[in-house]
Each structure stands twice: as structure tokens, then as C-alpha cells.
């Protein structure tokens, strides 16, 4: 085999090696969402956002809320009566749960008005 050839080979192998390992990663992360609620905050132009708006869970249940700003700023997700709130440092993630039935609106402690809609929804059933 000529070095050329064999330098193909190893780099066709390296690159099945990782399409495979990025298809693992990504099963998990949807397995992962389906049985545990997310809350990601995002940047979206000025705004940030809550995303999705409107999230299920049930009571108890470990609801993850993620933090993807680039810009590197602390978020919140607090009940507009702060009957909950956890803060969320940077490219990071915090486990919520809320212990009684409702449907709440929650907003970001840190930039009230910075974030678009305003007011997050969850349904704790
Ligand atoms: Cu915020």
C-alpha cells in the first residue's frame, strides 16, 4: 500500500470514528430531554430568550435549566411570586423542581426586561 493510501485509510477511519461518536452523543441528549424538561436560555440579536416558552412537567419532576449565553451572563428562572428561583452561572446547567401543581410565569431575576417574551410558562401538573 502506497503511504498516500494508507493515509486515506486512516483518515476515513477517524472520520467514521467520530460521525459515529457525534450520533451516540446526540441519542443521549434527545434521551435525555424527552424524560427530563429543559429550560434553554439563549441569545437571540438583542434579546434573550426562554426556550421552549411554554414547558410541561410534573410535580417534583427535575426540570434542567441550561444556560447557552455567549456573552457569559448569570440567568435566572424565578416565579413571578418567587414561590421558586434558581440562578443559572454561565454555560452552565441548574435542576429546578417545583413541589406544587400550577401554572406559572417565571421571568429572569437578573434582566427582567432583557428577555423576550418577558415571562417563561410552566405547567406543573
Ligand atoms: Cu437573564
Not at 7 to 25: C, K, P, R, Y
Amino acid at each position: 500500500m502506497f503511504a498516500g493510501m494508507k493515509l486515506a485509510v486512516a483518515i476515513a477511519a477517524i472520520a467514521g470514528l467520530s460521525f459515529t461518536a457525534v450520533e451516540i452523543v446526540s441519542q443521549d441528549e434527545a434521551r435525555a430531554q424527552e424524560g427530563n424538561p429543559t429550560i434553554t436560555i439563549t441569545n437571540e440579536g438583542t434579546y434573550y430568550t426562554f426556550s421552549p416558552a411554554q414547558l410541561d412537567a410534573k410535580v417534583g419532576q427535575p426540570i434542567t435549566v441550561v444556560n447557552n449565553d455567549r456573552y457569559g451572563g448569570v440567568h435566572s428562572v424565578t416565579e413571578k411570586n418567587r414561590s421558586f428561583s434558581v440562578d443559572v452561572p454561565p454555560q452552565s446547567s441548574k435542576t429546578l423542581t417545583v413541589e406544587k401543581a400550577g401554572n406559572y410565569q417565571y421571568l429572569c431575576d437578573w434582566h427582567t426586561d432583557a428577555h423576550e417574551p418577558k415571562y417563561g410558562s410552566l405547567n406543573v401538573s
